[in-house]
């Protein structure tokens, strides 16, 4: 896509509200089917009406269930931030609050993922809207990285999920941040425009509009958009919850690579929210504290509902290339601090 795609557009065409309405209940319309049709799929191999009480299926909408409803509020919150943003916030105040090298606004970007409470699907829209507001992608993909993974409320609940433990809370900080800074750098050395695909939406003053209207069609737009997505990566990361052996997990608990490789695997599929992935990662006390660190790291991060999150955001090229190379450097960091630490 074209670099002038990614900057708020100064007119816009009468149609464009039919338009962004018709796309909205496309999207609706796709999820709803796609949910349907793995539903009665499902429901077909298990053999006529007793799939709805068969033990796999009970838990796999369980935890479908409890993934979406967990993620909601912060989608919620990040969409809200997201069309205040858009609407009410000038493009001017980010070129003051950040540097102009971009090498520096990547640090300081992500930095300000401390002050933002919210967690990964929060991140998603508001880092789409920051680029939208001419604030360069490395910084605003440093600030999608750190947001959900050193808020105040992350490090609270690590805290408590590790009591007596300060150092965990250090290495999750640690290691979070030098992940997210190190992935808005490579971004800037090795990104590439047309990996990058922003959202079909209205952006930047609609003539004829309000700012509350603008705001409020800014808000249902990536809202609609973001939670389709939300619902078909929690699907999958259900499915996947509910297939892994409780015997694999000591298989790989006594090797000490093997086991920060599972955990952060795990946490990939997982797809467990930010706030609340400690609390599991304290229960595998099978595994190492290094482990159980890179569980920490990587899922607020690169998990499957976030993956379907930035795909249906930045584009499919965009998410997978990105979300395999923040993998790596997740895991990576990850080890190297808690050599250090733990």
């Known amino acids: 896509m074209p670099q002038t795609e990614l900057s708020p557009q100064p007119q816009t065409n009468p149609d464009d509200a039919v338009e962004h309405q018709a796309y909205d209940i496309v999207v609706s319309v796709v999820v709803g089917v796609l949910s349907m049709s793995l539903l009665m799929g499902l429901g077909w191999a298990l053999g006529g009406t007793r799939w709805l009480t068969h033990p796999g299926f009970q838990a796999w909408s369980t935890v479908f269930v409890a993934i979406t409803v967990q993620a909601l509020p912060f989608l919620l919150l990040g969409t809200l931030i997201s069309g205040a943003v858009n609407a009410f916030v000038p493009a001017s105040a980010f070129s003051r609050v950040l540097p102009s090298n971009p090498a520096l606004a990547v640090p300081v970007a992500s930095v300000a993922g401390t002050v933002l409470p919210g967690c990964e699907c929060a991140s998603v829209p508001v880092a789409g809207s920051l680029i939208r507001r001419g604030v360069t992608p490395a910084a605003a993909f440093a600030f999608l990285l750190s947001a ?40 800037l050395r090795f990104g590439r425009t047309q990996w990058l695909r922003m959202p079909s939406r209205h952006s930047g003053h609609l003539p004829g509009h309000g700012r509350w209207e603008e705001f409020r ?42 086991s920060v490789l599972f955990l952060a695997v795990l946490a990939i599929v997982l797809a467990v929210c930010s706030e609340a992935d ?46 395999a190379v923040t993998a790596v450097a997740a895991v990576v960091f990850s080890a190297l601090t808690g050599w250090w630490l733990l």
């Open 148 to 187: 959900p993974a050193v808020n105040p409320i992350v490090l609270v609940s690590t805290a408590v999920a590790f009591p007596g433990a300060p150092d965990m809370v250090a290495a999750r900080l640690i290691a979070s941040l030098a992940t997210s800074a190190a992935m808005g750098w490579l971004w």
């Open 217 to 258: 069609r800014g808000f249902q737009h990536d809202f609609l958009h973001a939670g389709g997505f939300l619902v078909l990566g929690a699907m999958a990361a259900a499915a996947f919850n509910v297939s892994v052996p409780r015997s694999v997990l000591d298989t790989f608990a006594d090797s000490p690579w093997l």
């Open 278 to 323: 400690a609390f599991v990662a304290a229960s595998l006390t099978g595994f190492s504290p290094t482990a159980r660190l890179a569980f920490m790291v990587v899922g607020p991060m690169v998990d499957l509902k976030l993956i379907a999150l930035q795909a249906g955001t930045f584009g499919r090229a965009f998410a997978l290339r990105f979300s």
